[in-house]
């Protein structure tokens, strides 16, 4: 990576503005779940360690370019405050007055969280006046909010044109770790996708199959390639429109393409369906492909087998629903006990790895579902190439 990070700069007696991704969920009033507080930690304690002032900032929610009050910030520093051992003054806005006094009032060691940026329609838009607002409460920025990064927002690569612009520790842990995959992958390669959609990752499955040597489908995406090799699909979620670029693949690269030997399926899209397993050309009308099969996944494993680098990204079924949430959970233990690099590339299939309890038997879990595909995809984010180089 040679974008500066925070070990590049002096920080002691400066005050900082880090844009962080606190967009957590929320529950009664209170953070469901602080995995992605913990994983912003690292960073905030090392500049607190070297005498910085502390202005962290984060979208939460999809307020709309307006005030929504349950999606204020005041349980997010609630929780950054247990977690850090120390007070966290939470503010009622991000610019303004009031924001510019309480920064300018801020000492080494101190920690101001603003409200949430997306109350205000200039943050989504990139507005240069807000972003140099921002910009104006802080002598440095650093930029941790890998989630955010595939996004050119005011807080994410507008302040990096009016302050020195650096990476966190957890930006640089992704950039790093997905950046591996993309530029210098360690062979045998092996990729996993899932997810419903073939149109969301086309780019993807492109930039992947041009770098493994094996790529596992399951999900709904794997549907589409079954219609492509003339299969009836009964009410399985098949994109139509997608079906040549699957046929594409099939012709060009079928070889490296690995899909499901057998599938679950459902007579209706709930936890109490009947349920059954067939192959993949035995779907009977009215009913729909939910999971991968048991005969799948020791194709799959074989697939894996003596692979030393394992990307990631998508659940194999309906994950959500306990009796399609096998295929998903399986693929979990098994890169769980591979003896390879193992990075998961956010979204689900980062929260069925955290629901089986086995992140820390993966090298590597990204904390971005968009950010992580479009990297993959080999394109640059926009919150990453506003950063200094180094």
């Known amino acids: 990576m040679n974008k500066k990070t925070i070990r590049d700069i002096a ?65 997010v520093a609630e929780r950054l405050a247990a977690l850090l051992g120390r007070p966290v003054r939470k503010l009622d806005d991000c610019v303004g007055p009031e924001v510019e006094q309480a920064a300018a009032a801020l000492r080494p060691g101190g920690i101001i969280l603003l409200e949430n940026t997306r109350f205000h329609p200039e943050e989504k838009k990139n507005d240069p006046a807000f972003a140099r607002q ?131 399926i459902a007579d209706r899209f709930a936890a109490d369906a009947q349920t059954r397993v067939v192959a993949p050309n035995e779907v009977p009308p009215g009913w729909r492909v939910l999971d991968i099969g048991p005969k799948t996944l020791p194709t799959f494993e074989s697939a894996l087998s003596g692979a030393r680098m394992v990307v990631w990204n998508g659940p194999l079924g309906v994950f959500e629903l306990e009796p399609f949430a096998h295929g998903t959970n399986e693929m979990a233990r098994i890169l769980a006990d591979m003896d390879a690099i193992t990075i998961i590339g956010g979204g689900d299939s980062a929260a069925a790895v955290r629901q089986a309890g086995l992140v820390d038997k993966m090298t590597h879990v990204s904390t971005g579902g968009g950010a992580s595909l479009e990297l993959l995809e080999g394109k640059t984010l926009p919150g990453v190439a506003a950063l200094d180089d180094k």
């Open 11 to 75: 920080v002691d007696g400066r005050r900082v503005l880090v844009r962080v991704d606190f967009n957590v969920p929320l529950k009664n009033g209170a953070v469901a779940d602080d995995t992605r507080i913990r994983a912003a930690l690292p960073t905030l304690e090392y500049l607190l360690k070297h005498g910085a002032a502390l202005i962290v900032c984060s979208h939460l929610g999809r307020p709309k370019g307006r005030v929504v009050p349950e999606l204020r910030m005041d349980p």
């Open 134 to 264: 921002l910009a104006s409460l802080a002598d440095l920025f650093v930029n941790d909010a890998f989630g955010t990064a595939h996004r050119a927002h005011a807080s994410t690569e507008g302040v990096a044109h009016y302050l020195p612009a650096v990476a966190g520790l957890l930006m640089e842990k992704e950039l790093e770790f997905l950046g591996k995959a993309v530029e210098n992958p360690e062979h045998p390669y092996v990729a996993v996708l899932g997810g419903a959609k073939i149109s969301d990752k086309i780019g993807v499955i492109e930039s992947l199959l041009r770098r493994c040597d094996r790529l596992l489908i399951g999900g709904g995406m794997a549907n589409t390639f079954f219609r492509a090799m003339g299969f009836e699909m009964g009410d399985s979620l098949v994109e139509e429109e997608a079906v040549p670029t699957a046929e594409r693949l099939l012709k060009e690269k079928g070889g490296r393409l690995v899909l499901p030997v057998d599938v679950v």
